[in-house]
């Protein structure tokens, strides 16, 4: 059985940046699943998927086009410091959840100055072709 959409679709997966450097593995827990079309997975990984079989295994590029998008220069933002809760003292680098109206996501200090810090509010691989090494387990 093909991979096409409306599929159930189980797979392994470890995903790496172009210098190596792995972002993320399933390998060390129960594999993805997920149904195929539904948009629950990124676009180039969803595409390159697309016609595997049980037990097939691929190598998969994305393009940052196609993965979460190329950075946004209006997506790093000015935030005062006073915005910050108490037991927060902010660092460059440093990695904090930031709510939205309907969730969290994961924000990037990029530069702390007396009275503000810089947030970037860009996904943290945003801008970053992605490699996915991919194993088929099930497709019903």
């Known amino acids: 059985m093909k991979i096409e959409d409306g599929k159930t679709v189980v797979i392994h997966y470890e995903g790496r940046l172009e210098d190596g450097t ?18 629950s997975i990124i676009p180039g990984l969803e595409k390159g998927l697309e ?19 190329e950075k946004n220069p209006e997506a790093i933002q000015k935030v005062s410091k006073e915005q910050f809760p108490s037991d927060i003292t902010p660092e460059v680098g440093m990695q904090l959840m930031a709510q ?3 969730s969290e996501i ?10 503000y810090v810089m947030i970037d509010f860009n996904h943290p691989l945003a801008g ?4 996915f090494d991919i194993e088929v387990m099930d497709v019903r």
Do not use: C, H, M
């Open 128 to 131: 970053k072709n992605l490699i």
């Open 22 to 39: 792995v972002f993320d593995s399933s390998r060390s827990r129960e594999p993805l699943e997920f149904v195929f079309g539904s948009g």
């Open 106 to 115: 994961p924000v990037v200090v990029t530069d702390v100055q007396e009275d």
């Open 51 to 69: 016609g595997l079989e049980k037990g097939d295994k691929k190598e998969i590029s994305v393009e940052a086009k196609d993965a979460y998008g």
């Open 100 to 102: 939205t109206e309907t």
